[in-house]
């Protein structure tokens, strides 16, 4: 489980590096969070949304090309007057971690 942690943290701390990026957050499987540098509220209310989009959107992939059984969701963008929103789903698929970061327009 130590692994897991340090590679979460690293993994958060190199976007977190990156200007304009508002906030990280790592979503397990089932959408609960597992890491985040947002407040408890905004990270628990991001998690629960994203995931439901997440699961939406693959189901709209799937639906989209039946032909082909390679085919996944890879990432979501979604863009606001205020933020971006940059979800990539299942990158680490060995834990179905979801990935989630907050942009800031700049």
Not at 65 to 89: A, C, G, N
Request: charged residues 25%.
């Amino acid at each position: 489980m130590g692994d897991i942690a340090l590679v979460v943290d690293e993994t958060i701390k190199r976007i977190c590096s990156h200007k304009g990026v508002a906030g990280v957050m790592i979503v397990n499987g089932d959408g609960i969070p597992i890491k985040s540098n947002l407040d408890n509220a905004l990270t628990v209310q991001y998690a629960s949304l994203i995931s439901l989009l997440v699961s939406k959107t693959r189901s709209v992939v799937k639906q989209l090309d039946k032909s082909k059984d390679d085919d996944e969701l890879q990432s979501i963008r979604v863009q606001s007057k205020k933020h971006e929103i940059v979800v990539v789903p299942d990158f680490d698929k060995a834990h179905e971690y979801t990935l989630i970061i907050v942009q800031n327009h700049s």
